[in-house]
């Protein structure tokens, strides 16, 4: 076998191993497998077709542009290049060449309705609400995924309300904090001035219930939650447990060393089938993406205590509202108070207190947020 042939056939291996691993989430493995392939076999447009893609995954978008710059150079006409520089351009933050790259991937194909519900989306942060309805009418009419483009139309006021889901679709937020996991404290604390985890423990606190023998976080994320709860709990066999549907996240709230146990789950279903028992349990920015509330609290009777703490942010809806929850053109769900509190009391809860503060900001503008603790009678 010459010189030629051996490489060929070992950035061939390397190339396989960067599919095999990028299948599995090992995104950083597959991203140096395609580079190695590149260092046998240069300007290999397949093997760069998915370094972007790979890079994309690793919120490299500065990389992932380059690549597709790269692609483009050897085939000005490439769909797939098209779609990710799409992709990099909009999570650089540059919308209107994210368009532009859409508009194009959609002028080689008009029905890939993966780029349709994409360019939807860039419109809805644009607050461009009619043009993204007709993106992601596009999008369902060629195939993209019903139940995530139903919700999307939902969320721009263009779908009608026995259609108007009553959750996230639970591919979209696994999918969403997968992806973000990596930089989410950074972003959400640093960025958003994301502060209602500590606002939620702070009055939690003050209520003077504590110390808590077991403590259940609700979607516990990166685990901002677990180093502020952890002192409330009583010393020697108290127990903190989260949960959480990312295991990026998880690995994350992991590596904190304050929880006892983590459990990757959706939270009701978590809450439906756990066996233990517990007198606190507590959700910060979690029920942003449930809209009806219905099915927590049913679930909540068979796993908190007579005279435990449930405690909850959610995002307070506009005035306009009257259903007691709405879902937002930013994807978010918000909530009454009158819904929450005549929830509560349906299923044996007492309110001990609710605080109406920032959540955290959003276009520089603070989000309001309700702070709910209720007691189970």
Same mark, same amino acid.
């Given at each position: 076998? +010459?010189?030629?042939?051996?490489?060929?056939?070992?950035?061939?291996?390397?190339?396989?191993?960067?599919?095999? +691993?990028?299948?599995?989430?090992?995104?950083?493995?597959?991203?140096?497998?395609?580079?190695?392939?590149?260092?046998?076999?240069?300007?290999?447009?397949?093997?760069?077709?998915?370094?972007?893609?790979?890079?994309?995954?690793?919120?490299?978008?500065?990389?992932?542009?380059?690549?597709?710059?790269?692609?483009?150079?050897?085939?000005?006409?490439?769909?797939?290049?098209?779609?990710?520089?799409?992709?990099?351009?909009?999570?650089?933050?540059?919308?209107?060449?994210?368009?532009?790259?859409?508009?194009?991937?959609?002028?080689?194909?008009?029905?890939?309705?993966?780029?349709?519900?994409?360019?939807?989306?860039?419109?809805?942060?644009?607050?461009?609400?009619?043009?993204?309805?007709?993106?992601?009418?596009?999008?369902?009419?060629?195939g993209a995924d019903a139940e995530l483009n139903g919700y999307y139309l939902a969320a721009v006021g263009a779908a +009608?309300?026995?259609?108007?889901?009553? $959750?996230?679709?639970?591919?979209?937020?696994?999918?969403?904090?997968?992806?973000?996991?990596?930089?989410?404290?950074?972003?959400?604390?640093?960025?958003?001035?994301?502060?209602?985890?500590?606002?939620?423990?702070? *009055?939690?606190?003050?209520?003077? @219930?504590?110390?808590?023998?077991?403590?259940?976080?609700?979607?516990?994320? $990166?685990?901002?939650?677990?180093?502020?709860?952890?002192?409330?709990?009583?010393?020697?066999?108290?127990?903190?447990?989260?949960?959480?549907?990312?295991?990026?996240? #998880?690995?994350?709230?992991?590596?904190l060393g304050v929880y006892d146990e983590l459990l990757q789950a959706d939270i009701v279903e978590h809450l439906r089938?756990?066996?233990?028992? *517990?007198?606190?349990?507590?959700?910060?920015?979690?029920?942003?993406?449930?809209?009806?509330?219905?099915?927590?609290?049913?679930?909540?009777?068979?796993?908190?205590?007579?005279?435990?703490?449930?405690?909850?942010?959610?995002? #307070?809806?506009?005035?306009?509202? $009257?259903?007691?929850?709405?879902?937002?053109? +930013?994807?978010?769900?918000?909530?009454?108070?009158?819904?929450?509190?005549?929830?509560?009391?349906? @299923?044996?809860?007492?309110?001990?207190?609710?605080?109406?503060?920032?959540?955290?900001?959003?276009?520089?503008?603070?989000?309001?947020?309700?702070?709910?603790?209720?007691?189970?009678?």
């Amino acid at each position: 076998m +010459s010189d030629t042939d051996d490489r060929f056939e070992h950035a061939k291996a390397l190339f396989f191993e960067g599919l095999a +691993s990028f299948e599995a989430g090992r995104f950083a493995d597959a991203q140096t497998q395609f580079l190695a392939s590149l260092e046998r076999v240069p300007a290999r447009v397949s093997t760069l077709i998915n370094l972007a893609g790979t890079q994309l995954k690793l919120a490299r978008a500065a990389d992932a542009l380059r690549t597709t710059d790269q692609i483009l150079t050897l085939e000005p006409d490439n769909l797939d290049a098209w779609f990710h520089r799409g992709n990099a351009l909009a999570q650089l933050g540059r919308p209107e060449e994210a368009l532009a790259a859409f508009e194009r991937t959609l002028a080689l194909d008009p029905a890939l309705g993966a780029a349709w519900s994409h360019r939807g989306g860039i419109l809805r942060e644009m607050n461009r609400l009619d043009e993204a309805a007709e993106c992601f009418r596009q999008a369902l009419a060629y195939g993209a995924d019903a139940e995530l483009n139903g919700y999307y139309l939902a969320a721009v006021g263009a779908a +009608s309300a026995k259609d108007s889901p009553a $959750t996230a679709p639970r591919q979209y937020v696994q999918a969403l904090f997968d992806d973000y996991a990596g930089q989410f404290d950074a972003h959400l604390v640093g960025v958003l001035k994301y502060q209602a985890h500590e606002v939620l423990v702070r *009055h939690l606190a003050a209520l003077g @219930h504590a110390p808590f023998a077991s403590a259940l976080d609700l979607g516990c994320g $990166t685990g901002l939650c677990g180093p502020l709860v952890k002192p409330l709990l009583a010393p020697g066999a108290a127990r903190l447990v989260g949960v959480d549907l990312s295991a990026p996240m #998880l690995e994350r709230a992991r590596a904190l060393g304050v929880y006892d146990e983590l459990l990757q789950a959706d939270i009701v279903e978590h809450l439906r089938r756990t066996g233990p028992r *517990h007198d606190l349990v507590l959700a910060a920015d979690v029920f942003i993406y449930v809209g009806d509330m219905a099915p927590v609290f049913d679930a909540l009777d068979r796993v908190i205590d007579s005279g435990g703490v449930f405690c909850l942010s959610a995002e #307070l809806a506009g005035p306009t509202c $009257t259903t007691g929850f709405e879902l937002q053109p +930013s994807l978010r769900y918000a909530h009454t108070p009158e819904y929450l509190l005549a929830l509560a009391a349906q @299923h044996g809860f007492e309110a001990l207190l609710m605080k109406r503060e920032p959540i955290r900001k959003d276009q520089r503008e603070p989000i309001d947020g309700l702070f709910v603790y209720l007691r189970k009678r």
